[in-house]
């Protein structure tokens, strides 16, 4: 069983749809939430980050982390053309221990 | 500009010929890693270096070597490179090794290994 679980899709939505993707994992110890963006053909860029348990939003964007779950998640709201791209989960103690979804690649439909 | 470069970004090579791929990044970070990302697999961690001099084996360090002898500079070394390292690699770089701190990706190399 892998230490980090996320649906790889791909999906592909009307743009204006909500989105949402989950990860869950399995390590209680993890304290810090992140999803990543990524284009085709570039890097990972943080797209959001949260410590702990709870939400935090920015924008159309909304993170969501259930520790007693161990299940975290993305909502796109009004979802644009732009955010076609994979979306990776990541998730760690300190920098070293790092552990990410294997992604999911998100189309957005004009 | 803030950035993390590798090079080259794109890489054919044969079985056994060493290689080496380039990262540098001008943001005075402390901590450096290099990833492999897969399909289906996700990002893992190849090596990682908390300063100069000072470097780690992360989850999938075989086949590979790093060095650390400036701040700003961290190259992955393949020194007998295989089929099955063919892949998409990644360089980032965060301020320290806290978990709060930001991971900087580069643009990434893609190695093929014929």
């Known amino acids: 069983q892998k230490e980090v679980e996320q649906d790889p899709g791909p999906l592909s939505v009307p743009e204006g749809a909500i989105v949402s993707l989950n990860c869950t994992y399995s390590n209680s110890a993890f304290q810090y939430f992140m999803w990543y963006r990524q284009y085709s053909r570039k890097g990972p860029e943080l797209l959001m980050y949260?410590?702990?348990?709870g939400n935090k939003e920015d924008g159309r964007f909304t993170a969501q982390v259930d520790k007693s779950s161990k299940y975290i998640s993305l909502f796109i709201r009004d979802s644009q053309p732009s955010d076609s791209a994979t979306y990776l989960c990541a998730m760690r103690t300190r920098a070293d221990d790092m552990r990410f979804g294997a992604g999911t690649r998100l189309t957005v439909k004009p | 500009e803030a950035q993390v470069t590798q090079n080259p970004r794109y890489l054919i090579t044969v079985t056994g010929k060493k290689l080496t791929v380039t990262c540098s990044q001008n943001?005075?970070?402390?901590?450096m890693s290099w990833y492999r990302q897969d399909p289906g697999l996700g990002l893992r961690q190849i090596y990682y270096?908390?300063?100069?001099?000072?470097?780690d084996k992360g989850d999938v360090p075989e086949g590979y070597k790093v060095s650390r002898k400036e701040k700003r500079n961290f190259p992955l070394i393949l020194e007998s490179p295989s089929p099955n390292q063919t892949s998409l690699y990644f360089c980032?770089?965060?301020?320290?090794?806290?978990?709060?701190?930001?991971?900087?990706f580069g643009p990434g190399t893609r190695l093929t290994v014929l």
């Open positions: 980032a770089s965060s301020p320290g090794l806290a978990g709060h701190n930001e991971q900087f």
């Open positions: 949260t410590y702990s348990s």
């Open positions: 270096s908390m300063n100069v001099e000072v470097t």
């Open positions: 943001m005075n970070h402390e901590y």
